[in-house]
């Protein structure tokens, strides 16, 4: 399954969160929204392309990080330290 599909990400709680790539994907595509030729009258700059291509690249980072960051969110819960109660 592709990281970046619907479902291919899950929380970690466990729980599958389909829309957070959508939501991450309409974001970068509202911002883009307003740089769009018709509202600013000229094409994007360099530095504002090289800005989008940058931040494309950390939300992908993050993206395939996530299986890796909840596996070992689950090793650190399956392996806590079992803390005495505590008394009044």
Same mark, same amino acid.
């Given at each position: ?17 389909? =829309? /957070?790539? +959508? ?12 740089? $769009? !030729? *018709? ?17 494309? =690249? /950390?939300? +992908? ?12 969110? $689950? !090793? *650190? ?12």
């Amino acid at each position: 399954m592709c990281p970046f599909g619907a479902g291919s990400l899950e929380h970690v709680d466990g729980s599958v969160h389909r =829309r /957070r790539a +959508a939501e991450r994907a309409g974001r970068l595509k509202k911002w883009l929204s307003y740089r $769009e !030729r *018709a509202l600013l009258g000229r094409d994007l700059k360099p530095d504002e392309a090289r800005y989008v291509t940058e931040m494309t =690249r /950390r939300i +992908a980072a993050i993206l395939l990080l996530e299986p890796a960051l909840g596996a070992n969110y $689950e !090793r *650190a819960k399956a392996d806590t330290y079992p803390w005495p109660p505590v008394s009044a």
